[in-house]
Structure formats: C-alpha cells, structure tokens
C-alpha cells in the first residue's frame, strides 16, 4: 500500500469514528455518505457531501449541549439522596434497573438525572408510560420543574396528540407509541436515551419493547436503557439485561392505616356479579363507599379521598350517589383516561375545597393526585381477557394483585399519616 492509499484508509477511519459525535437521527445517512466516500475515494464532491453534512449534525449536537436547561432536583424527594449514584451508573452502564417504591420520584427526576448525566444531546430522552392520562401529567410536571413551556424542551406524544419539537430533550409517550415508531425507524435513531417505567407492570407492550430493546442495544453501542419497576422482579429484569445493575430508591411515605370493610351483599363465592358487575353488586360497592366517606368524614371533614372503582359506568354511579350526600363545602371530582385535556387539569390543580377523587386505575402507578389524605380501594379493576369461545376480548371485573393493592394504598400518607 502507498503512503497516499494509507494516509487515505487512515482518513477514512477519523471520519467514520468522528460520525459517532454527530446526531443520533443523522447516523444513518451520514454512514450512507461515508460508504459512499469510501467506495469513491477520489471523488471530492462525495467527500464535500459527507463533510458538510457531518459539520451541520456536530453543530446541532453542539448547540443542544450547550443549550441544556437547569437541572434543580426536588431535595425532599428520596431519589435525590440517590441522585450521584444513578448519574454514575448511566453514565458508565448501557442498561439500568431502578427498583423505586411508591413515592420516590423516580417518574419526575429520572429523566432530569439523564439530562444532567450528559444524555439527550445527540437524540431525544424517551421516557414511556403505560397509559396516555400518565405521558401528559409527567411531562406537565417536569415541563414546570424546568421552568420550559410545554412542547418545547420536554413533550409528550400521545394517540391523537403530539407536542414534542425540534427542541425537545425529554419525550414521554405510551409504551404503545414507541411500539408504532419501530415499524418505521427499527433503529430508534431519534432517541440516545429510553426509560421504560412501571415496568413491573408487565403489559403486552411492555414486553414486545424489553424484547425488542434487548436485541437493539447490541447493535446500538451508543443507546442507554433506563428500566424502572416497583420492588418486585427487579432481578428478573437485570438478568434480561445481562445482570445490569440494580440501584433501590425508598419511598416516601407517611404510615398508612388499613382498615377492612366487608361490602354488603358479598357472598364471598367469587362470582362475578357479586364483584360488582352486575347491578346489585354495584349498588352494595356504592353504598360501601358512601358509608367509608361518612366515616371519613366523621374523622376529618378537611381531607381529600381518592376512591378506586373499576371503570367510568361505576365512577358515575358512585359520584350520583356522593353528589345526594351533599357534602360541605366538597366537590365530587371523576378521573380517567378519556376525560378532557380540561378537566383532568382540574384534578392536578386543587381548589380550596375538600375533594372526592373517583378514579380508575389510571391514578394507580406514575400520577400523584396532590393533596389525598385516604384512599378507599373496593379492591377492584376492569380487565381486558381473551374469549377463545367468542373469539375476541372482553373487559372483565377482576380482584387486583396483592401489589396493586400496595400501589394504591400508597397514593395516601405522602404529606401525612394516612387511612386507607
């Protein structure tokens, strides 16, 4: 080989190492334009082309670094104790799993632990949640804890609602818009940072994507996996990583009280109807929850009550039967994914009266309902099942987990004891 095809190949090999620092979305056609060089060597407008769309990507990774937003993490939060620890971790490990218990902040601060550990310059922080009342209130919150607009330095992306930007460094989304985005960018290029939350919560979705991701990380060095999940299985989760690192964030939680009320017209035989899908279950879960806000009321007329019921028909039966009780100075508030952008504000934003939150499952995991001092969980949840009989799926009313029972019991004593 001469000294010229040598100096050349040594040429090339720089400029193939220096697309590493250019955008993660622009790696595949600046790789395009080096193949291209390098079967052309001698060629200069090839290399011109290469060069310059290599200068503007480095320029816009440049800008994006230089232009990063404060990062101010909430000290009272446990996972701000944690914060160094989990910088270091992200910054020397591909894959992370974060055990965080209820209350840790790990939904809120993770992602501006990211931006701090020097992510989303190159592509986008993408955070996924596993339900769309979830991806906008996060990204609300975070979007206010940097003092940004929303849209701008953090977005979110939902079926029907997309507010994420050029500018945008953090990206929270369903796990099901990440699904829709591989058919169409398999290399994820847009993202150098994905965190997976609730992981534990082990949906279809959820799984396709570990799967999926597990695959893509071998052929994208410079992608990093953040998988976060309640207490349980975070082992099971590292081994699927190859023995990734686990880090355990406490919460922070006030004592919960459990007291235990049987409903009325249970017969304890595990039918369905009894469980409150038919009508006569439902009356006895109705009145049940009258009788548990009587008692609260008694105890503290003052405290927020978030109440979980298994879908819209049982929220607007249950806040019927509240709105005859005529509380004082009380409003009756309904929470669920398909209320308007509008009204589930109002459930974010307390006024100053006492309030009766009637949410499905959808208050269960990543949202924090402010203010709740008791919770009354009926112990319920409306299901998606396949039929093979009638080939198709049907919505059941099912007993919850024992861990979805912690989930929920933890929505209270965030600001004092609690009653659940």
């Known amino acids: ?45 090839v290399r011109d082309a290469f060069e310059q769309a290599l200068a503007a990507s480095q320029a816009q990774r440049q800008a994006r670094a230089e232009q990063q937003p404060a990062i101010t993490l909430d000290d009272q939060l446990p996972i701000a104790r944690e914060a160094e620890r989990i910088i270091a971790l992200i910054r020397d490990h591909q894959v992370v799993v974060i055990a965080g218990e209820t209350g840790s902040g790990k939904t809120t601060q993770l992602p501006k632990l990211c931006l701090a550990a020097g992510r989303g310059a190159a592509g986008m922080i993408g955070c996924t949640q596993p339900r769309r009342i979830a991806a906008r209130a996060v990204a609300a919150r975070v979007a206010d804890e940097l003092k940004t607009p929303l849209g701008t330095t953090v977005g979110f992306q939902v079926r029907f609602t997309d507010r994420v930007s050029d500018q945008s460094r953090i990206k929270f989304m369903t796990d099901g818009i990440l699904l829709a985005e591989i058919a169409s960018d398999r290399w994820l290029s847009s993202y150098d940072t994905i965190i997976v939350d609730e992981a534990h919560e082990r949906s279809l979705n959820i799984d396709f994507l570990l799967g999926y991701l597990k695959q893509l990380l071998h052929k994208r060095s410079d992608l990093k996996l953040i998988v976060t999940s309640a207490t349980i299985d975070t082992e099971r989760f590292a081994q699927h990583f190859d023995n990734a690192p686990v880090i355990s964030v406490e919460g922070r939680t006030f004592p919960v009280e459990v007291r235990y009320r049987p409903l009325e017209g249970d017969t304890g035989d595990g039918d369905e109807g009894e469980h409150g899908s038919g009508r006569d279950g439902e009356r006895s879960v109705n009145d049940a929850i009258v009788a548990a806000i009587d008692e609260i009321t008694r105890i503290d007329p003052r405290g927020d009550v978030l109440m979980f019921l298994p879908g819209e028909r049982e929220i607007r039966d249950a806040h019927q039967s509240l709105e005859r009780r005529k509380y004082r100075e009380t409003e009756v508030v309904p929470l669920y994914a398909r209320l308007s952008a509008a009204d589930q504000d109002h459930v974010f934003n307390p006024g100053p009266r006492r309030r009766l939150v009637l ?51 933890g929505r209270c004593g965030r600001i004092a004891e609690g009653i659940c």
Do not use: C
């Not at 190492?17 to 080096?34: F, H, K, Q, T």
């Open 1 to 45: 080989m001469s000294a010229i095809d040598s100096t050349l190949a040594d040429t090339l090999r720089e400029r193939r190492r220096a697309v590493d620092g250019a955008m993660s979305r622009d790696r595949g056609r600046l790789l395009g334009l080096w193949s291209r060089w390098q079967g052309k060597p001698g060629n200069p407008q």
């Open 359 to 409: 949410a499905t499952n959808v208050a269960e995991t990543s949202l924090t309902v402010p203010r709740i001092r008791y919770v009354v969980d009926p112990g319920l949840a409306r299901v998606k099942r396949y039929s093979p009989r009638q080939k198709l799926d049907r919505l059941h009313i099912e007993p919850i987990s024992q861990a979805s029972a912690n989930q929920r019991m």
